[in-house]
């Protein structure tokens, strides 16, 4: 447990990157994106990654027209604005995979590390198929070779907070995306 740093002024006021109707309007796009993917009259296995996904997966999951279960794993490997390269999770699902179509959504896709190890921790429980889905791509900063098959925003290397993304923790709340100095 990381104790509370105490205000920063950074944190208090991050310069807007994407607007909350911005996000809104390609949330509508990308859902019908997802839809196209999963055919109507097919169930999934919705899965957030938490904490940082957790505000995009909210919003995101109540505009599939799908029938789905919602579940959320757990994965972190930041301390303040620079990735530790090691990467925890925890896979702890209460609905089963094994031959269900699975749709695993994170906040950003930044090194890679996160989504791919996520990715073989649940292909391993033999889903019929997984795709993945983030709102923010950092492309320039990928170590490993992973792409995600749903992108909401392709954003610069900049360490963005906002919408489910935080610094230390702060930040989550921000209804828009916004950026600090790192
Ligand atoms: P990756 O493993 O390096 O791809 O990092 C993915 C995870 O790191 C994401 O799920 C985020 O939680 C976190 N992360 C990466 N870049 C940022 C950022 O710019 N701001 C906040 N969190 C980030
Ligand atoms: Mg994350």
Do not use: W
């Amino acid at each position: 447990m990381s104790s509370a740093p105490g205000l920063r002024p950074e944190l208090l006021a991050p310069k807007e990157l994407i607007s909350s109707s911005a996000i809104a309007a390609r949330l509508k796009e990308l859902a019908a994106e997802i839809e196209a993917a999963f055919p109507e009259g097919s169930e999934l296995a919705f899965i957030a990654a938490a904490y940082g996904g957790m505000v995009f997966a909210s919003d995101l999951m109540r505009l599939i027209r799908r029938h789905m279960t919602f579940d959320m794993v757990f994965a972190r490997s930041y301390q303040g604005t620079r990735s530790s390269g090691e990467i925890l999770s925890e896979i702890k699902l209460r609905h089963g995979l094994k031959g269900r179509n699975a749709l695993l959504v994170d906040d950003i896709l930044d090194t890679g590390r996160t989504l791919s190890k996520l990715s073989s921790e649940l292909l391993a429980l033999e889903p019929a198929s997984l795709k993945t889905c983030v709102l923010l791509d950092k492309p320039s900063r990928r170590a490993v070779g992973v792409e995600a098959d749903f992108v909401g925003f392709t954003v610069p290397d900049e360490f963005v907070v906002g919408y489910g993304l935080d610094c230390d923790g702060y930040c989550r709340n921000l209804p828009y995306i916004g950026t600090i100095p790192s």
